[in-house]
Structures are given as C-alpha cells and as structure tokens.
C-alpha cells in the first residue's frame, strides 16, 4: 500500500514532503507512546485527496517524526523556520461587528486542546480514553457560576428522545479521522458538555481530546472570547495541555497548531454571494478563510456563510480575534455599498 502511495499522484503536503528515502530513515522510530510514522500517514494513504494527510498520535510525534511534520507544518501555515509561537490572550473590549444583527447570525469560537500526558485521540485504547474522559468530566464539573453546566456522554444523547438533546452530539468522524484510528470504539469515552445556557460546549474525545467552544447568537466576539478564557484559565491547570514553544497548543491534525483556535461567524451575504470574487479578496487581505454554512467541505446555503480565521501559528490568539474583527466590518461595508 505504502509503495504504490509513493508512486502514486496524491497532492497531499505529506506526499510532497515525505520521499520514500525519507520515510525509510524514520520508519523504525516510536514516539513515547508507541505511535509510528506509518500510523501517522494511514489517513493521506488510504485518501489520497487530503489536503494533509497526516496525523499526531502524541505530543512527542511532533518531534519523533518533525523531519516530515516540519516541512507541512511550515508549508500550511507559511510558518518561518526557527519560528516560535506565543500566546496572548489579552484582547480589550470590542464592540459588537454588527451591532444591528443584520447579518451576523451568531459567532462561535472554538480551541483545541489536548493533555500532555495522553496519548491523542489516533492512538488511544479504550481504556484509556475512559479514563480520560473521567479525569475530564472531573475538571468540567468544578466550573462555577455561568460556566457550570452538564457532562452527557455520547452514547447517552439522543436515548429518550429529549428535545434538549437536539444539536448536542457531535458525528462520527469522517473518513479521513476514521483511517487515522479516531473513530475507534465510537462513542465509547465520548461526550458533550454544555453550561446551563449552551453559551460553553465541550466536546470530548472528537479529534482532540477537547474541542472548547464560546458561541452565542450575536456578533459580540470579545464578549464570546472573554467567556472562552474564562474556561480556558479554569481548566489548564486541572488538566495540563501540551504546549510546545515553537508549535504551540498541539493538536491531533497539524492544521490546528499554534492557537487552536477558530473563530467565526455565521453571516448571510445576500449581495456579496453574487459577487465571490470580491468577498474572496477581502477575506484573502484579512487572512480569514470561508466555509459552508455547515462547515469543513460544505456548501453555501441561503447565503449563509461560516467566515473565520485562516491564522493559527505564529500569531497571539488577541491579534486573531482583531483580524476578524476588521475583516467583518470591511465585509459588512462592502456587502452594505453592494
Ligand atoms: N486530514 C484531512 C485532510 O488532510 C483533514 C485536514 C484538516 N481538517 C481537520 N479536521 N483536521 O484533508
């Protein structure tokens, strides 16, 4: 499998970036928690239309396997060489990008993290991926006052047919996670947590072994963001994320590195969906990246769109939010002036 992926026309940055001489050097190594460089290209191998195509099994990967990591990791994300990544989360007060909610249908920011001493999500057992989820739940449930809230394990949603369980699961990952070993055991050790008022949802063991997200219908990103820190600050020091001063938050998908962080709104262009080209070149000048309404690989409904960050590495998660913040308003001005 691996020799006809060598000489096959797949246009995955892990294709370009690892050689066969390359992967021959490395093949034989294992990661802390016995990850190999094969399991981490599994995915790109048996998809050859990924973008990426590979995937952490730990933290240490990153370094095991940085020859290839490196080159994919600096190509996706136009990350110099010898870079180094900073947090900074200091971001004043902003006002709201649309404050009459003509457009903007709600914002919802969300990070990855992942615990230093686990394994990441491709490459966990069963057990431990209960246990972790226990030590998890243990951390959530300390959260107070707005941020307190409810753990249901995936398994459990939807069973009874609650109408509150409507829009709290989250699927089974796609075939490019499934290759990668995330999907195992699903939804064995899984879940969701949600504050009272569904304005802080935790997903657990999806592809990271936390997805945090702030969302709320309104377009207030420094009131969503400031809610995020808020768990953020509870919760680090419960759990002890990996974090890596060059590469920063580390995820399971090197897509993710740096801030983990996506932050986007849901906003309806009708003028602007006719003219792409032009909402194109906005985004593009102020790096944000746009999806479907329902997110990665969808399609544009009702002129819906999810626009949101492009930047994650090499940059403090404060600036990422300002970006939007500006890029929204040149969006709005532009779509208002159609
Ligand atoms: N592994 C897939 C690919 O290479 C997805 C990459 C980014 N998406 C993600 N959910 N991590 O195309």
Redesign the pocket.
Known sequence: MTATWFSGTSS?LVKKHLSQALFKSLEHLETASGFTLEKAIR??IQNPD????IYAGDADSYQVFSPVFDPVISEYHNFPKGGTHVSDFALPDLPPADPGGKYILSTRIRVARNLKDYSFPANLTLSCRKALEKKIIRALGLLESDLAGEYRPLEDVGKGHRPEDKGLAFEKGDR?QDAAGINSDFPKGRGVFHSLDRKLMVWVNE?DHLRIMSLERSSHLSLVFHRLCRALQALSPRLGFAFDHRLGYLTS?P??LGTAMRAGVHIRLEKLDRKKELLHGLAKEYHLQIRGTRG?KTEVEDAVFDISNAQRLGIGEAAVIQTLHQGLLAIIKAEETL
Do not use: D, P, V
């Not at 990924?50 to 195509?53: D, L, R």
């Open positions: 995955s995915s790109g990924s973008s990426i195509g490019f592809e998908c897509t993710n990665e």
